[in-house]
Every structure is written in structure tokens, then in C-alpha cells.
């Protein structure tokens, strides 16, 4: 008869490791982290997932009705709404109250005039605001999607914490097969390529802002 041959198995140990901002835990079927709920790094996960579809069409599409834009146009009208009234009141109403002549034709040229210089720089504006909507756009994406990697680096460092103690406070024993390493490893493996992704996106929206 031959020799037989004796196998080893590897137990690891259940393993819990934390930090503020995410948890990962081990154990002989695999590892697993996620970022701790309400932090902040957890909250712009949550973001990107949510609205990247979103602000990826914004990027592409530019458009006065994003709340950025809404904002500045908002700014924009109402403080050339005040020196509209100002130059109103200033340059044409009191010089022409003066000589009576509020209801003369150089009046309404006046008034006509303040009009369309009033109209021509809203539209000017808004151009200047569409032109520059893309990069803003691509600007707030880039910063986004530096935080959201910076939540995986967290990850990716609790998971080797937490392997590496369980690898501590693992036993050796004659008999069985570990199902570790290749969990582990299709985990490791599908998060890579998906960092891989939003890298390669980052870096053309910054080369883009550039």
C-alpha cells in the first residue's frame, strides 16, 4: 500500500477590527468591511452612489437649472436689478423731473435703452454661465470622487487589519480545506476593478477641468 498523504487546514479566527470610520470583520469563510453609518466618508458614499448618474448628465448636458446655477443667476439678477433701479432713479428720472420732461420721447429712449443694456447683460451672463457649467461640473465630480476613494482606502486598510490579525489567531489542524482564499479574493479582486473605474473617470474630469 502506499503512503498516504495528510492535508493541513488553516482555521482563521473570528476577527472584529474598527476604526471611526469603518468596521471589518474575519472570519474562515472571508472578510467583509463597510464604512460606519452617519460618518462622513459613509455620507459621500452614499452621495456618489446616488447622484453620479445625475451629475454625469449634467456634465455632458450643461444647464441653467442646477441649484449651483440657479443660485449664481439669482445673484446675478437680482443685484443688476438694484444698479438698474439706481441708474433709474439717478441718471434718468430726478436729472429729467428736474425740467419736467418725464414723459418726453428722450425719456422713453432713456428708458429703452436701460432696458436693453439691462437685457444684453443677462444674456451675456448667461452664457459666460453655461460656458463655465461644464468645469464647475467636472470640478465637483473630480472632488467627489477623491473623497469616495478615500472611503475604499479605509476599507482596503481595515480589511488587511483585519486579515492579518485573523491570520494571527488562526489554528492548523490535519484535516478539511480553507474556503479563505478564494473568497477573499473575489472580493478583493471585484473592489479593485471598480476603483480601477471611478480612477480612470477622475482622472479624465480633472484633465478636462485642466
Given at each position: 500500500m502506499g503512503k498516504k498523504s495528510?492535508?493541513?487546514t488553516t482555521t482563521y479566527g473570528n476577527t472584529t477590527t474598527k476604526n471611526p470610520y469603518a468596521t471589518a470583520t474575519t472570519n474562515?469563510?472571508?472578510t467583509t468591511a463597510s464604512l460606519n453609518a452617519g460618518t462622513a466618508l459613509d455620507s459621500v458614499y452614499n452621495f456618489v452612489n446616488k447622484n453620479i448618474n445625475s451629475l454625469l448628465d449634467e456634465y455632458l448636458n450643461p444647464n441653467l437649472n442646477s441649484t449651483t446655477n440657479q443660485a449664481k443667476l439669482n445673484q446675478f439678477t437680482t443685484t443688476l436689478g438694484a444698479e438698474a433701479s439706481k441708474n433709474l432713479e439717478n441718471n434718468i428720472i430726478s436729472p429729467l423731473s428736474e425740467?419736467?420732461?418725464i414723459r418726453s420721447s428722450q425719456a422713453t429712449d432713456l428708458y429703452n435703452n436701460l432696458s436693453d443694456t439691462a437685457t444684453n447683460s443677462l444674456a451675456s451672463y448667461v452664457n459666460e454661465l453655461l460656458a463655465a457649467s461644464q468645469d464647475n461640473t467636472a470640478s465637483m465630480i473630480n472632488n467627489l470622487?477623491?473623497?469616495?476613494m478615500q472611503g475604499?482606502?479605509?476599507?482596503?486598510?481595515m480589511q488587511q487589519q483585519s486579515l492579518q490579525t485573523s491570520a494571527g489567531n488562526a489554528t492548523t489542524t490535519s484535516?478539511?480545506?480553507?474556503a479563505f482564499g478564494s473568497n477573499f479574493s473575489s472580493?478583493?479582486?471585484s473592489a479593485s476593478s471598480l476603483v480601477s473605474i471611478l480612477g480612470n473617470l477622475a482622472k479624465i474630469l480633472a484633465n478636462k477641468s485642466a
Open positions: 495528510q492535508s493541513t474562515n469563510s472571508g425740467r419736467n420732461m470622487l477623491a473623497a469616495y475604499y482606502d479605509v476599507i482596503s486598510d484535516s478539511g480545506g480553507s472580493g478583493v479582486s
